[in-house]
């Protein structure tokens, strides 16, 4: 019987079909498994390198953590920082930047070829709403039976909604017909 190997390559995880993220976890203490390191100061200077037992050492009596930083390098670079409050720090940052992200959805505003003005303003209204809240608008033209042989009335219909949102849009697809549907896909101008 043969024992699976302890490491396996990131090539082979994703042959798999594993998690494909790597841990953004960095080594610490007695985990770090190099004899000498390259060692940086809490304030960024350069302690230069050092065996790992002294600059363990070091990091004990200043009661900091000893964190591997780079650990492709050779001498391995290690800096001294209190890694739980990096950790704290570093969730904090991440949270911020989630809150401040922005997801564009796509809405979608579908229409028929013979659809009459009041509706089509009221369609076009909420497509031109759906622009200046940030989000992508999917505007589909649906064909039944043999309306389809008149996909130019479609276009028509797909040519007006584009003059009535004017200046708030621009065309990121231009109208396709996909099967029974005319799809245009329009995005908010910048």
Do not use: W
């Amino acid at each position: 019987m043969v024992c699976p190997p302890l490491f396996i390559p990131v090539a082979r995880i994703k042959e798999r079909g594993g998690d494909e993220t790597i841990s953004k976890e960095l080594r610490t203490n007695e985990a770090i498994r190099a004899r000498e390191v390259r060692l940086i100061g809490e304030d960024g200077e350069q302690l230069g390198i050092m065996a790992f037992r002294d600059a363990f050492r070091l990091a004990q009596e200043k009661g900091l953590d000893l964190v591997e930083v780079a650990a492709q390098a050779r001498p391995p670079v290690c800096r001294l920082m209190d890694y739980g409050r990096y950790r704290y720090e570093q969730q904090k940052r991440d949270r911020e930047a989630r809150k401040k992200q922005k997801v564009v959805d796509i809405k979608e505003v579908k229409m028929r070829p013979t659809i009459e003005q009041h509706d089509f303003e009221v369609k076009a209204k909420n497509a031109v709403k759906f622009l200046e809240e940030g989000d992508k608008v999917k505007a589909t033209i649906m064909f039944r039976g043999r309306e389809v042989v008149h996909s130019d009335r479609g276009k028509t219909v797909l040519d007006r909604l584009v003059e009535y949102i004017g200046e708030k849009g621009v065309i990121e697809r231009p109208a396709r017909l996909e099967g029974r549907n005319m799809i245009m896909i329009l995005s908010p101008k910048q």
